[in-house]
Structures are given as C-alpha cells and as structure tokens.
C-alpha cells in the first residue's frame, strides 16, 4: 500500500472516529450520571439525521435552520425519554435498566420506519463537495465540519465543566451522587440535563454523517453500538477517552479495510477491542478507581 | 438465609409435572403444523434461556452474546451435516463439544471484566461470530446460509413430521429444566447467588468464584447450541440473520420479562415472548412498535419480571406478611 493511500484511510478513519467519538461522548454522560448504558442511543443519531433531511428538504428551511431544529426536536425526544421511561426506574437493577433502553431503541426505530419509511436519505454537504487536496490525500469539505464540530464540542464541554455552575455540578454528581446531593445539588435535574445534552450530541453526530453516507430508519443500531464500543475502548466514564477511543476504533477500521477487506472490518474493530478489554479491563484511559464494588 | 425453603423444592417438581402435561397435551389440540412449529420454538427458546438465566439471574453476569452460541450450534450442525454427511446426532453432539470449548475458551478472559465491559466483550464477540458467518463463505455459504439440513432421525425412524421433533425437543427442554432447577437448590446455586450479592464476599467466604463463573458460562452456552442445533434440524437452512445481535437481545428479554433468578420465569419469559413475536408477525410495520413498547412498559410497571409481579399480586391476595422466597435471589440487586 502506498502511503498516500494509507493517509486516505486515516482520514476516513477520522472521519467516521469522529462520528464514534460524538455518539461515545453521549453514553459517556449518562452513564457518568446514572451508571446505565443507554443502548437507545443510536436512535438519536438516526432521528438527527433523518429530521434535518425532512426539515431542509421537505419544509425548505435554510440548512442552518433546519439542524438547529432537528437537534433541538432530538434533545427534547431525549428529555421525554428520561421523564417517561428513566426516572420511574431510578431504583431498578441495571439489567432491568438496559432492557428498557434497548425496548425504547426498538421502538423509536420502527416508529421511524412507518413515518420515513425503509429508504435511504440524505442531504447536500454542508458547504458543497469539492475535495481539499492534502499531501497526494483528498479531504471532502464535510470530513472538515465532522472534525471540526467535534473538536468544537471537545473544548466547549471543557469549559462547561471547569467554568460553569451546571458543569462543576454535573461533574461532582458523576464523582458521588449522595454527596453532591448532600450539597445541594439536584441530581434529578443533572440526570435529565445528561440526557438532553447526549441526545444533542447523538442527533449532530447523525446530521453531520448524514451527507456523507445517507441515513435511514436502521442506522441506529449499528452507530450506537460504535459509539458503546468507542465510550468502552477509551474506558467507560471518561469523555476524553471517549474521544480517543472513537477516534482510534475508526482509524482502525478504516486502515483494516485497506490491508484486509471490507468484510471483516467489524469483526476487526471488535477483535481489538476485546484484545483492549483483555489486557486492560477499564480502558485504554479508564481508571481503576471508578466504579462501586 | 431464607426459610421454608423446602416446600418450595417440592412444589417445583409438582410444577415441573404440570408443565410437561400441559406442554404434552397441547399438540392434541394444535394439530395444525404451523402451531407444533411455534411449539418447537418456544421449547428452544425456554432451552436456551434457562441457561442465560442461570448465568445473568443467578449469577449475575450479562451476556449480549448468546446469538452467537446459538449460531455455532446451528452452523456445526448444518456444516457437518451437509456438506460432510453425518448423522445429525453428530452434529449436536459435535454443537455441544464445540460450544462448550468456545465458550471456556472465551469465559476464562471475559469473566475477569464486570458489568457493562462483560456486556460489551460478549456483544464483541458475538459480533465477530456473525462476521465469521458472513465471510467464510465456502464453509457457511454466506449471507445465502445453508439449505437442505436433514431432519433428526433413529436409525430409519426420522423426525421428519414437527410433532416428532417437537417430542424430542420438549424432552430436552424438561431436561433443562429438570437440571436447572437442581442447580440452583444445589451447593453450586448458592455460591453463584453468592457471587451475584457480593463476590468479594463470596470469594472470602471459600467460593471459588471464577470457577462457578466459568462453569455457569460454559453451561449456558453449551444449552445455546442445543438450542441452535435443534433450530436447524427443523428448520432446514441456516443463515446470518438468525443470529444477530437483536437474538442475543430478544433471549436476555425473555429473562428479564419472565423475571430473573427464577426458572418459572426463563420458562414463562421464553414462551410469552415467542407467541408474542408470532403474533405480532402478522402486523408487519407495526410489529417490533408494539414488541418495543411492550417491553418498556413491562419494565417500567413491573421490573421483577411477569413472575415477580405475579407473586406480588398473589401475596396481596392471600394477605402474606413475608416475601415468597422464590423471587428472593434478586433482591441483591436493589442493594
């Protein structure tokens, strides 16, 4: 393989790393706040996707219209699934947990299908589709927004974190529950703030893909289980290992497509990330610290 | 530690009856073949489930995996069969070997990881499983599958008719349940309860955890592939979709409806949903909106499972002051 060939697969790795590492932060959120997986997730990345297109192309809104509105619809899906099927079960084993998430992932995926039906959607790249040459490598103008945005993302939920009330809250409510509440502050409302804010970051990462390589009602499953995977690689818990690792298992994706073939490239991702998991059971930057014996 | 754990024993073996007459009975009034088929599935399905529900509900242990169990014992089966001939006893019995050092060979890493990483590591796998059947197209035909799989048959008397099948299968299920049951009253029952509340504990208490672990893995994946081989010989053909990750998922459903740690609950969650999933069938869209809403309701109105709630109601209606020790095993959980 030529190296130039090999930095096109790196960059298309990036791309879709990107995509994970989006999809991971959101899992990252909730299970900070309430230590469940939400295998709904993917969903959100499949509604993102699918009302940005209904919106731009069906509505004629302007584009950047028509994705704030779809985030924004997204968000509130995921505000309602907190109150509705979330918060009753506050008290319930995790397993029951999961079980609701996957029941409400089935769901809103085939409630999807009837109202979209089975085809394929997509929408114009953001700003148009000229590829950047870069190094004897060709970047699409869309890999830069996917990249961008979730550098973007990165540096702002930083700032959340270090400067802003809600954030500090939010963070000492992933370190302790009882002792943050003990502090005043509403868990309750920090669990449904998690909810909406990885709903937000599921449906931008479904829109931003969506130009690339289209959307439709079955999606879901398969980029949620990316993003699990992505959120488990860089250590459960973690939002900048969640970056890393979502970065790295599309790197690794991408370039096992180029030296095997296209076939086995989930079953590559996977084997990776058990090997990972094998050798270092928390994570690449997971800490043994974290969980509750 | 619970008391009058005895009668409960003995009711199970009157249940146990009562089951195997009333699943014995049913063809005489199913005759079409069309229902013995469903019939056969629900027996699969309760085969395959009482040994997850061992592993997660007993012991504790999520797997998201199970489809590809399933799936090794469906494929060995199919493979050793058509394209090498033999019998299909060999081909279960071969499933079950094969299943079982798979699934050693996978615990002893995989159970060293807990909750959400187990999870994660069984669903990788599972993962990798299904693209083995997709790619190695000269032994699994690919997304084509395997056509032509021969019915089960003694020496000239083939199963060959469902209803013969569905005789064998309910004899395996009762098996299972006959064992699963045994299990858990067993010393092994109580040292994986002991792993589920607290394996720090159980392991400072003598309990070699990681041994019951495994054991309860390899067994559980072992009645997977019975499972799957059983699925095949009826069926006929064997393809990737049967064993994808929504599986796994629809068999770890089945546990938590019926209701964990509780065999009547495997067995109840198991034959619920299936008629369920043939029922819906017949609504097409509609079909997985009413399974997935369904299930969240199910959770969120009765998370003990449809057994837990059962016993709930039946303690409000005779009026008990104490829990019914059946479902106790999960009250670990809350802690």
Same mark, same amino acid.
């Given at each position: 393989m030529h190296l130039d060939q090999l930095l096109q697969f790196i960059i298309s790795g990036i791309t879709s790393g990107s995509i994970y590492a989006l999809i991971a932060l959101g899992f990252t959120l909730i299970y900070n706040s309430t230590?469940?997986?939400?295998?709904?997730q993917g969903e959100f990345v499949m509604l993102g996707g699918l009302f940005a297109v209904s919106l731009y192309s069906?509505?004629?809104?302007?584009l950047v219209l028509a994705i704030i509105l779809a985030i924004a619809i997204v968000t509130i899906v995921g505000v309602v699934f907190e109150r509705l099927a979330i918060r009753p079960l506050k008290d319930s084993s995790g397993i029951t947990l999961i079980i609701v998430t996957i029941g409400a992932s089935i769901l809103m995926k085939n409630v999807a299908m009837i109202f979209w039906g089975r085809d394929p959607q997509t929408m114009p790249p953001f700003t148009g589709d000229t590829p950047i040459n870069f190094f004897g490598a060709s970047i699409t103008p869309q890999s830069l927004w996917v990249i961008g945005v979730l550098i973007l993302v990165v540096i702002m939920l930083q700032l959340f974190y270090k400067r802003s009330v809600i954030g500090k809250a939010m963070k000492a409510t992933s370190i302790d529950p009882t002792a943050a509440r003990l502090m005043g502050i509403n868990t309750s409302n920090i669990v449904m703030l998690s909810f909406a804010m990885s709903a937000g970051f599921a449906s931008l990462a479904g829109i931003l893909i969506t130009p690339i390589s289209m959307t439709s009602y079955s999606v879901g499953g398969f980029l949620g289980l990316k993003g699990f995977a992505a959120a488990v690689l860089g250590g459960l818990g973690n939002p900048v290992g969640a970056v890393v690792g979502g970065i790295l298992l599309g790197v690794l994706e991408s370039v096992s497509i180029g030296f095997i073939s296209s076939g086995y490239k989930d079953a590559i991702a996977f084997l990776i990330l058990l090997l990972v998991l094998f050798i270092r059971p928390s994570g690449i930057m997971g800490s043994k610290l974290r969980g509750k014996v | 530690m619970r008391t009058n754990r005895k009668p409960v024993i003995q009711s199970n073996w009157f249940w146990v009856l009562v089951y195997g007459a009333i699943m014995a009975l049913l063809p005489l009034a199913l005759t079409n073949n069309y229902y013995i088929k469903i019939l056969i599935i629900m027996g699969i399905n309760t085969i395959i489930v009482l040994g997850l529900n061992l592993l997660? +509900?007993?012991?504790?242990q999520v797997s998201l995996g199970h489809a590809a169990f399933y799936g090794i014992g469906a494929y060995a089966s199919a493979i050793l069969t058509t394209?090498?001939?033999?019998?299909p006893w060999f081909g279960i019995a071969a499933s079950v070997v094969l299943g079982g050092l798979i699934a050693y060979a996978i615990a002893?890493?995989?159970?060293?990881l807990k909750g959400h990483y187990l999870a994660m590591a069984t669903l990788g796998f599972a993962e990798i499983v299904h693209v083995l059947f997709l790619e190695l197209r000269d032994y699994t035909? +690919?997304?084509d599958g395997i056509f032509g799989i021969p019915s089960i048959s003694f020496g000239s008397f083939t199963l060959e008719t469902p209803i013969k099948l569905y005789a064998l299968v309910l004899i395996i299920t009762l098996v299972a349940l006959i064992m699963a049951i045994n299990i858990i009253n067993s010393r092994v029952g109580r040292a994986l309860r002991a792993v589920h509340g607290s394996e720090v504990a159980a392991s400072a208490m003598g309990v070699d955890t990681s041994k019951y672990k495994i054991q309860v893995f390899v067994l559980s994946a072992v009645l997977a592939c019975i499972g799957g081989s059983l699925y095949a010989h009826m069926a006929g053909y064997v393809s990737p979709?049967?064993?994808?990750l929504g599986v796994s998922i629809t068999l770890v459903t089945m546990v938590v409806f019926g209701g964990m740690a509780n065999v009547w609950g495997a067995v109840i969650g198991a034959s619920m949903l299936t008629l369920l999933q043939e029922y819906l069938k017949?609504?097409?869209?509609?079909n997985f909106v009413i399974f997935g809403a369904i299930l969240v309701l199910a959770m969120v109105f009765m998370p003990k499972g449809l057994v837990g709630a059962g016993s709930k109601l039946i303690q409000i209606a005779t009026r008990r002051s104490t829990p019914i020790p059946e479902t106790a095993g999960d009250s670990s959980a809350a802690s």
């Open positions: 230590q469940i997986i939400n295998f709904a069906v509505t004629h809104l302007p | 997660m +509900g007993y012991a504790g394209k090498y001939g033999l019998s002893v890493p995989t159970l060293r035909g +690919g997304t979709e049967s064993f994808t017949g609504y097409d869209d509609y």
